[in-house]
């Protein structure tokens, strides 16, 4: 009883101690808020609301979606007057998985492009839609969890929202790729006329690349945090939770790689069914930081 009366007396010192010389320190996108403010109702959403949880059930929902989400993007390719968009878009997901779990990927890519039907334009259109569109539905029932139930909102709206949201990341992922050719073909015809060195060349091309990567990652957490949260607590379109998702995603994905394609064992111990394992650990570990970035934005909205 001792000890246990110590360690609360030293973690309420500590409380004192933070509130002190943090309550006067705000950081950029919290709003004038406190950090320390801020940081209570954080750290209170991230160990009473069971992020863990929530984010199993959405990387789970997003892993179903996955098969769908490819069929009615490959489906809509031909429709879009751009050459070879179905190339440049199997390269781009490319660059953000693992070897093992594109090759996956990339198998259904295939089969969807070479098998085009036309029935899919039909009834099986209108149900990739509705499939595809269930990750963003259950991210939006994950983002109004915790609310009273009169803020909560309706099948109707979290259905509609999520196709608006499905479409605007699509939409997103092509602008992205579009504005890679132009800036790739325009550094060219720069290259052309000045003449840059060799050495140069390649890693200039990287850095506008990283640099339209980011970008991509940083609006799709913007769009889903500005247009998924609920009516009652809109956010500025450029949050810090947005900023901070996007940091630990790239970082996290960037390291989930290094690991999977150096040091992992899922293929030796489960076989076919690894590749599998990584996508869905790949998933949980993205919809984890979704769910980070919601509770900051939540949290300098209630500090507020």
Same mark, same amino acid.
């Given at each position: 009883?001792?000890?246990?009366?110590?360690?609360?007396?030293?973690?309420?010192?500590?409380?004192?101690?933070?509130?002190?010389?943090?309550?006067?320190?705000?950081?950029?996108?919290?709003?004038?808020?406190?950090?320390?403010?801020?940081?209570?109702?954080?750290?209170?959403?991230?160990?009473?609301?069971?992020?863990?949880?929530?984010?199993?059930?959405?990387?789970?929902?997003?892993?179903?979606?996955?098969?769908?989400? +490819?069929?009615?993007?490959?489906?809509?390719?031909?429709?879009?007057?751009?050459?070879?968009?179905?190339?440049?878009?199997?390269?781009?997901?490319?660059?953000?998985?693992?070897?093992?779990?594109?090759?996956?990927?990339?198998?259904?890519?295939?089969?969807? +492009?070479?098998?085009?039907?036309?029935?899919?334009?039909?009834?099986?259109?209108?149900?990739?839609?509705?499939?595809?569109?269930?990750?963003?539905?259950?991210?939006?029932?994950?983002?109004?969890?915790?609310?009273?139930?009169?803020?909560?909102?309706?099948?109707?709206?979290?259905?509609?929202?999520?196709?608006?949201?499905?479409?605007?990341?699509?939409?997103?992922?092509?602008?992205?790729?579009?504005?890679?050719?132009?800036?790739?073909?325009?550094?060219?015809?720069?290259?052309?006329?000045?003449?840059?060195?060799?050495?140069?060349?390649?890693?200039?091309?990287?850095?506008?690349?990283?640099?339209?990567?980011?970008?991509?990652?940083?609006?799709?957490?913007?769009?889903?945090?500005?247009?998924?949260?609920?009516?009652?607590?809109?956010?500025?379109?450029?949050?810090?939770?947005?900023?901070?998702?996007?940091?630990?995603?790239?970082?996290?994905?960037?390291?989930?790689?290094?690991?999977?394609?150096?040091?992992?064992?899922?293929?030796?111990?489960?076989?076919?069914?690894?590749?599998?394992?990584?996508?869905?650990?790949?998933?949980?570990?993205?919809?984890?930081?979704?769910?980070?970035?919601?509770?900051?934005?939540?949290?300098?909205?209630?500090?507020?």
């Amino acid at each position: 009883m001792k000890i246990k009366r110590k360690i609360i007396s030293k973690l309420k010192e500590a409380d004192v101690f933070l509130d002190r010389k943090l309550v006067n320190v705000s950081l950029p996108g919290f709003r004038g808020k406190s950090v320390y403010q801020v940081g209570k109702f954080f750290m209170n959403g991230l160990f009473e609301e069971d992020l863990n949880l929530r984010a199993s059930s959405l990387a789970f929902n997003f892993f179903i979606a996955i098969f769908p989400l +490819i069929i009615f993007l490959f489906t809509l390719i031909p429709y879009i007057p751009v050459d070879n968009l179905d190339i440049l878009i199997t390269e781009f997901i490319q660059k953000f998985l693992p070897a093992n779990a594109f090759d996956f990927v990339n198998e259904t890519i295939q089969d969807i +492009i070479t098998n085009q039907n036309a029935g899919l334009l039909s009834f099986g259109f209108i149900a990739a839609l509705y499939f595809s569109s269930n990750g963003f539905a259950s991210m939006l029932a994950a983002f109004d969890s915790g609310l009273e139930s009169k803020m909560q909102r309706n099948w109707f709206d979290i259905r509609a929202k999520s196709v608006i949201l499905l479409f605007l990341v699509i939409s997103l992922l092509i602008t992205t790729i579009l504005l890679s050719i132009t800036f790739n073909y325009g550094f060219r015809f720069v290259d052309d006329q000045v003449s840059f060195n060799d050495t140069l060349t390649p890693i200039l091309l990287n850095i506008i690349e990283f640099t339209l990567t980011v970008s991509l990652v940083y609006f799709i957490f913007s769009s889903l945090y500005f247009f998924g949260s609920n009516k009652g607590a809109q956010w500025r379109f450029f949050s810090a939770g947005s900023t901070v998702a996007t940091i630990l995603s790239i970082v996290s994905t960037w390291g989930f790689g290094i690991y999977v394609e150096n040091f992992n064992s899922y293929n030796k111990l489960y076989g076919s069914v690894g590749t599998l394992l990584v996508l869905m650990i790949l998933i949980y570990v993205n919809c984890f930081v979704v769910l980070i970035g919601f509770e900051l934005n939540r949290s300098i909205d209630k500090a507020s």
